[in-house]
């Protein structure tokens, strides 16, 4: 099982970024994927995940600036951001979450770390002026 992010690089504040992660040794109907980053200085944190059946969760922190996507045919995830601003230079990371993507009580992404499974090595995005 293995997971590889890209698509990471510099880009200017107000700008977009399509980052990929494809996946290999399971497919994508049968585990969900997710992306979480991880800022310097700062704690990994769920950005979104989408489910076996398609279905997508966010956290409520990049909502409206982030789009999850997912094409079966090439077993890769997307994740699109928007209107990137300075506090989402990170490190972005795809993972393999066991247990089917879950909604916490305000209505965000929720995961437990103990199911999340094999991490990809990561994507570095910088946001500049």
């Known amino acids: 099982v293995q997971l590889q992010a890209s698509g990471g690089g510099l880009v200017q504040a107000g700008g977009s970024l399509r980052l990929s992660c494809v996946a290999s040794g399971f497919t994508l109907a049968d585990d969900a994927v997710a992306w979480f980053r991880q800022a310097p200085g700062k704690e990994r944190e769920g950005v979104s995940c989408?489910?076996?059946?398609?279905?997508?969760y966010y956290g409520n922190f990049m909502k409206g600036r982030i789009t999850i996507s997912r094409d079966t045919a090439k077993n890769t995830v997307y994740l699109e951001v928007n209107n990137m601003q300075f506090e989402d230079t990170a490190v972005y990371y795809c993972?393999?979450?066991?247990?089917?993507?879950?909604?916490?009580?305000?209505?965000?992404?929720?995961?437990?770390?103990?199911?999340?499974?094999?991490w990809g090595q990561g994507t570095l995005v910088t946001v500049s002026s």
């Open positions: 993972v393999r979450d066991l247990l089917n993507c879950a909604y916490d009580y305000s209505g965000a992404y929720y995961y437990n770390v103990k199911n999340l499974d094999t």
């Open positions: 989408i489910n076996t059946d398609g279905g997508t």
